[in-house]
């Protein structure tokens, strides 16, 4: 078995899942989502649409998902592959000790990718550079289009069987190394050799747009890095893992030695919750009833998206009740 397995005669993502009961384990909204990704309309049923999708088959009027399926439409896709979940960590020091943040990414393939960018986008800096121009220009801390080719072709290409190590992104002061459970194909050499380990998993990233079947993610991965002033990644790679390690733009370092100051880049907060910030930066703090003043919502919703901000790790609580403030956990 292993050897069919290493020589990729036996591919995890055909293999069909027989603890997934359809249509109980099914969700028909991922499945939504995964059409509007693709930019498809649905005019066929479910059943048919996964069956055309090669992640489905119809045995004796009962409908069977192989782990491709699972992995993208299942309700819970851990439940089946309890693997497929994507470690990130945030570290305070370079040496990997101290953990400021630390989060186990579920759910479908294609929303763990999501979700593995928006903890790298918020914690990216990014710098400011005046150009003359009405709009300042931004300068991200790293190429950020390269490092999501980098999450896609993690979690495309990873070794589903491996049952006893996840995909792991690590966010250092002074870089991002992502590490991939994988299997050295036979005659690989970097750059060269494409290869696809989980053909219909590839192919369902290419329907949406994450990705080329083609195999091309390093040579994207480096265009990219290029096009940004980044450095090209460090690729490192042994039988079993797969490492792709980012440094800064030379551009962003540049902008910062000479005097532009970075910030965080809070891509994912709404609008309320950046303007408290230009608040927090000013005077220091903020309170729930300065919140509540400042955005003209209800004391409830001040609450809630105060708190949202101190689990992400950009504010923190002080005191208890009424006369807790908030404070900033990071440069702004």
């Not at 393939?109 to 914690?123: A, G, P, Q, R, T």
């Not at 540049?254 to 970075?262: A, I, Y």
């Amino acid at each position: 078995m292993e050897f069919f397995k290493t020589e990729g005669k036996i591919r995890f993502d055909e293999l069909i899942n027989e603890k997934f009961i359809f249509p109980h384990d099914f969700d028909k909204e991922k499945l939504n989502k995964f059409f509007e990704l693709a930019g498809l309309s649905k005019t066929l049923s479910p059943e048919k649409i996964l069956i055309s999708l090669g992640v489905a088959e119809k045995q004796e009027n009962r409908i069977y998902l192989n782990n491709a399926g699972v992995l993208f439409f299942a309700d819970e896709p851990q439940k089946f592959v309890p693997w497929s979940v994507f470690t990130v960590v945030l570290f305070k020091d370079r040496d990997g000790v101290d953990v400021i943040d630390r989060k186990e990414i579920r759910g479908s393939l294609f929303e763990i990718v999501d979700n593995v960018m928006d903890f790298v986008k918020l914690y990216t800096k990014v710098a400011y550079k005046f150009t003359g121009k009405p709009k300042r220009e931004e300068i991200y801390e790293y190429p950020l289009e390269a490092i999501r080719e980098a999450v896609i072709n993690s979690v495309m290409h990873r070794d589903y069987f491996e049952k006893g190590h996840n995909n792991i992104l690590r966010f250092f002061p002074n870089r991002i190394l992502i590490e991939n459970v994988w299997i050295e194909p036979k005659g690989f050499e970097l750059g060269k050799t494409i290869f696809r380990r989980n053909h219909i998993i590839s192919d369902l990233f290419a329907r949406i747009g994450f990705g080329e079947k083609l195999g091309s993610g390093i040579l994207r991965m480096r265009n990219i890095c290029r096009s940004v002033d980044a450095p090209e990644p460090i690729i490192e790679y042994n039988e079993s893992y797969f490492w792709i390690t980012f440094k800064p733009s030379g551009t962003y370092v540049q902008v910062t030695l000479e005097g532009g100051k970075p910030e965080v880049a809070l891509e994912i907060l709404n609008e309320r919750q950046k303007k408290a910030l230009k608040q927090v930066k000013v005077k220091g703090k903020i309170t729930n009833k300065e919140y509540v003043n400042l955005n003209k919502v209800s004391r409830i919703t001040a609450t809630r998206e105060l708190m949202d901000m101190v689990k992400k790790k950009i504010l923190k609580q002080e005191g208890k009740g009424r006369g807790s403030r908030f404070i900033s956990m990071m440069q702004l």
